[in-house]
């Protein structure tokens, strides 16, 4: 299994552009996730997923789209690139969620964004 | 939501040394308490986790504890080694479908 997976892995953007952050993983987990971790931080939950078709909001959505057409792909939209949206993004996946047993999360390599 | 608070920012401990990093948290819902390591330019790994149904656990030279009452949570590395320096991060969760809040962050430096 090669796990959980994103591309690409590094990507300079200027303000205003747009641009698709891509994350698939093999393990047929339900729950996946998009976290961005700033300099010196945690990381913070931008979107989540249930499953296909299904997303929702976490603690920082502004400024980011998402999708869930597959259970195994969760593509990352950013729209109108901002200085801000410097930073790592990492997918992650697990298969169920909360205090579950199977509720791991496993995370992809990230994605090294900087918006000049 | 969840607020997750680590302390410290920075520990430097030396090699063989044990070495104890504190999470605290707000909601009392929370029932998973994972630990990540990162080293420089990776992804986070899990390293440890609990649930709320168990006080302790073990994994050879890394336990973590968790006193509910107190809501908060403590990761132990002992006989550490120079492998140990990275940043390791705690995190919560409830049992909803969101995600893991993260603490900021602890810089584990190991002196030889």
């Known amino acids: 299994n090669a796990g959980v997976t994103q591309t690409p892995k590094f990507r300079i953007l200027k303000i205003g552009q747009s641009m698709t952050l891509q994350c698939t993983q093999d393990?047929?987990?339900?729950?996946m996730y998009w976290y961005r971790q700033d300099p010196g931080m945690g990381l913070k939950l931008i979107y989540y997923?249930?499953?296909?078709?299904?997303?929702d909001k976490g603690e920082v959505p502004n400024g980011y789209n998402v999708s869930r057409s597959t259970t195994e792909d969760f593509p990352l939209r950013l729209e109108l690139a901002a200085p801000s949206q410097t930073s790592v993004y990492f997918c992650?996946?697990?298969?169920?969620?909360?205090?579950?047993?199977?509720?791991?999360?496993?995370f992809g390599p990230g994605t090294r964004l900087t918006v000049l | 939501g969840e607020n997750v608070e680590q302390h410290p920012s920075t520990l430097s401990v030396q090699e063989g040394d044990s070495a104890v990093i504190k999470c605290t948290y707000s909601?009392?819902?929370?029932?998973?308490f994972p630990w990540y390591k990162q080293e420089l330019g990776k992804r986070p790994q899990l390293i440890i986790d609990?649930?709320?149904?168990?006080g302790e656990k073990k994994d050879q030279r890394i336990a973590v504890t968790l006193n509910k009452t107190a809501k908060h949570f403590s990761l132990h590395i002992t006989e550490t080694q120079p492998e140990d320096s990275a940043v390791y991060f705690c995190?919560?969760?409830?049992?909803?479908?969101?995600?893991?809040?993260f603490g900021k962050g602890t810089h584990l430096i190991i002196q030889p």
């Open positions: 992650a996946s697990s298969y169920l969620s909360g205090g579950r047993a199977g509720n791991e999360q496993f």
């Open positions: 609990i649930r709320s149904n168990v």
């Open positions: 393990m047929n987990h339900n729950y």
């Open positions: 909601d009392s819902a929370s029932n998973y």
């Open positions: 997923s249930v499953g296909a078709g299904i997303t």
């Open positions: 995190a919560a969760t409830g049992g909803g479908a969101d995600g893991l809040t």
